[in-house]
């Protein structure tokens, strides 16, 4: 018997799978390419919150989530017995002007009250003789605690690992029984354009490098819309591009290298860095920029999970848990913005 079917073994799906099973559902999660195929075998990894300011639903149940990550990764490794990558090792960024300096200083002031005392956002000088931080013109950074970092396909490995564990099963072929959710990532969005004869949603390749430097317990970098993330096998991950317009969804190019050359005018010790691999993938882009969460728009009876565009590690442990309430318990706790109705 399956109770819940999950059609994709990206973030979303597996986190909708990990939700479902620990509520004691008999789940089942099926990928003709397997876990973590696509952009969710990524190497960047950059749990990122937005400012703290103009609080909305979005910024609010993101903030949400990456609080429950510092919970939800340790239990899934330790369920699993495989590492996700997971660290809760912030990140800072360089005040590049007076007026970013005097907006740093007014969003560490509504952290205080928005981030509820679980984070920080803090203003702080910049160390010159630090080799593991961004040049600063104005010599400050920004230094916030609520960010983090993940390996990406560690992360899937570690959530089928303690599904397989709780009873679930993962296949590549079986037959879709049970309440099924559909997260199937950008080729999802781009079905369901099709089908509806309008843009819903698209796909947006990335490019990003990986490098041979250890910083594993440093914090990642933000310098120059560039992110910079240690990881905890040694590397630093360099990304990435944003292309609405592609013929190679896995191909790497010129594009990359101009980033990893902004990531190094910002952090100039990453030069001397050895180049381990380059990676291309296409992410999913709901037409509203947020998840499309709930009851599917063209298949009665069934779900949707999609549109993780660029925050869907940072995101997943929260949209597992909504998309549990709606399907186990048919209580809706999405919010609004995210709901299919949203991108139609």
């Known amino acids: 018997m399956v109770d819940v079917t999950v059609m994709g073994a990206g973030a979303f799906g597996l986190s909708v799978a990990w939700a479902c099973i620990q509520r004691g559902a008999k789940v089942q999660v099926i990928d003709p390419n397997g876990v973590a195929a696509g952009a969710s075998g990524g190497i960047v990894g950059a749990l ?34 495989k590492a996700s990558g997971y ?48 040049q600063s013109v104005t010599g400050f950074l920004i230094k916030d605690s609520l960010s983090a970092r993940i390996h990406p396909r560690m992360a899937c490995e570690a959530l089928a690992a303690a599904i397989l564990a709780k009873g679930g099963r993962i296949s590549t072929d079986a037959q879709p029984k049970g309440a099924v959710v559909w997260a199937t990532g950008w080729q999802g969005l781009t079905e369901l354009s099709t089908e509806l004869g309008r843009p ?10 990986l490098l041979k430097y250890n910083q594993s317990l440093m914090p990642q970098l933000f310098a120059d819309s560039v992110h910079m993330v240690p990881h905890i096998d040694g590397t630093v991950a360099i990304g990435s591009t944003s292309e609405r317009e592609f013929d ?15 990531a190094i005018e910002a952090v100039p010790s990453l030069a001397k860095a050895p180049i381990l691999r380059r990676w ?36 997943a442990p ?12 048919n209580r809706d706790t999405i919010p609004e913005p995210f709901k299919p109705s949203a991108s139609l």
Do not use: C
Not at 200 to 209: C, E, F, R, S, T
Not at 249 to 262: W, Y
């Open 200 to 209: 819903i949603g698209n796909g947006v390749k990335g490019q990003a490098i």
């Open 248 to 262: 190679d969804p896995t191909s790497t190019d010129a594009q990359i290298d101009l980033v990893l050359a902004r």
């Open 87 to 134: 660290g809760s090792t912030g990140r800072l960024q360089p005040i590049v002007d007076t007026r970013a300096l005097e907006l740093a200083h007014r969003r560490s002031e509504n952290a205080l009250t928005l981030w509820q005392g679980k984070a920080t956002w803090q203003v702080l000088p910049a160390n010159s003789a630090d080799t593991w931080s961004p």
């Open 48 to 81: 990122a919150p937005h400012t703290p300011e103009n609080w909305n639903d979005k910024k609010a149940f993101q903030f949400e989530s990456l609080i429950m990550a510092r919970q939800f990764w340790p239990k899934v490794e330790s369920v699993g017995g």
């Open 280 to 315: 291309a993938g296409v992410r999913p882009r709901a037409k509203s920029r947020a998840p499309m969460l709930g009851a599917h728009p063209t298949r009665p009876k069934d779900y949707i999970a999609n549109g993780g565009f660029k925050i869907g590690f940072g995101m």
């Open 318 to 329: 929260k949209v597992g848990e909504v998309m549990a309430d709606l399907i186990l318990e």
